[in-house]
């Protein structure tokens, strides 16, 4: 059997391991035009801030890929012919398979911001190796910088700019920084934090358009309300978009909508060919769904493979979790948060005194969802907690055994204990 990845990120890596596992004897070949192996994604920022070299960004040690028997190939795809069941590559050479898996990712989302087009020079996203490429490139020639987009990209390149000492205006078309995933309460105090490390940061503020200077260089974002922000240097990071442009000009395109479209066994419409990660569009709650999160490509790259060696896959959505950082502050989020259901109660703590809080909604007497700042906290616990239908007082009650003991990072659980008895008494 000849199994064929195509791409080699954490959804395709995650393919090729388990299919490896699965069956000694197969061919397994993954390509990628972006690296030579698979690379953290998420660990990008840490790269930009010479905290770790892009070898360290390697979760997986290069030997193994040689020791498992995977080939990888660094190449770029240029056609696909389902029918003859192989793929055509820039450097000439045709790879055939019995079976394919896309697991092609995603790219940062352009907009069409009027003047952006002309803009030859100072312009990028923060999403992949090329991207890193040219924020070390441009960082070394700016003074001023302005990043647009309220999300976790957005802060991370925000904290990236502010350690190599440029003035960065943060701009969010929203009127609190990401309001997706945080409450306003919660976003307030995220947002202090970030203007604390010096970062002009702006709500409620929609880009209008971009100007060049006279070498093409990028020298001020306009916005609808009529500010400008001088700089030489645009950070995009409004959101992702499944790279899966090119496949609209191979012999053989898969039917696609915002993604590929796959069933719920990640099949797509191509006869012998999967889709998984970043780059899957499948129904959900009858509403086309694309899930571009890092454990979500893991789960289903993990998935696909199974479904590649014949094993019955129907695959659901488990309970959304994330955890990250803002600057200094953690944050760990679980379960429907960011948009509570109909009829949800929310008890809502900050910790006095500590850039720090708890929000834990309950709904028809079960806990649906929890977000936490400034503390480090177990995901998998909320998740068990929300899967087990617990109540609202149990786990207030069980706080504690979630909160990891981190030296310095643990908050005390005594006066949101206090409150909530306070508060669940006024019903």
Known sequence: MRYLILGNGVAGTTAALT?????????????????????SRTALMYAFMDRMSLRDLEPYERRVFAKQKIRLV?????????????????????????????????????????????????????VTLADLDRCEHLARATREAVV???????????????FHRKKVTFLVRSPWYWPGALAREES???????????VDLHGS???????????????????????????????????????????????????????ILVSPAFETSLENVWAAGDCAEFQHDGRPTVEQLWYSAKRQGELAARAMLGNPIHYAPPIFFNSAKFFEIEYTSA???????AGARTFFFPFPGREASA????????????????????????????????????????????????????????PLRSYYREWSGRG
Not at 335 to 341: F, I
């Open 74 to 126: 660094r190449d770029t795809v240029v056609d696909l012919d389902a029918t003859r069941r192989a793929l055509s590559l820039a450097s000439g050479q045709t790879l055939a398979y019995d079976r394919l898996l896309l697991a092609v990712g995603s790219l940062g989302a352009r907009p069409d911001w009027p003047g952006l087009e002309s803009v030859r020079e100072g312009v990028s996203h923060f």
């Open 205 to 259: 503020e929609e880009v209008a358009g971009v100007q060049s200077d006279p070498g093409g260089r990028i020298r001020v974002v306009r916005t609808k309300s009529g500010a400008e922000f001088p700089c030489q240097m645009l950070g995009i990071a409004i959101g992702v978009v499944p790279a899966v442009a090119w496949l609209q000009q191979v012999k053989t395109p898969p039917r696609m909508g915002r993604g």
């Open 148 to 162: 647009v987009g309220g999300g976790l990209i957005g802060v991370e390149l925000v904290e990236c700019l502010v």
């Open 359 to 414: 929000r834990i909604v309950e709904q028809a007497g079960a806990v649906v969802g929890l977000n936490m700042l400034g503390s480090r906290w177990d995901h998998a616990l909320f998740e068990r907690w929300i899967a087990e239908r617990r109540g609202l007082s149990y786990v207030v009650e069980h706080l504690a055994e979630a909160q990891f003991d981190v030296e310095f990072g643990r908050v005390d659980l005594a």
């Open 19 to 39: 299919l490896r596992a699965a069956d000694l004897e197969a061919e397994i070949t993954m390509v990628s035009a972006e690296s030579d192996y698979f690379f």
């Open 335 to 341: 379960g429907a948060v960011g948009e509570p259901p």
């Open 188 to 198: 307030e105090i995220v947002s202090s934090h970030i203007r604390r490390h010096g």
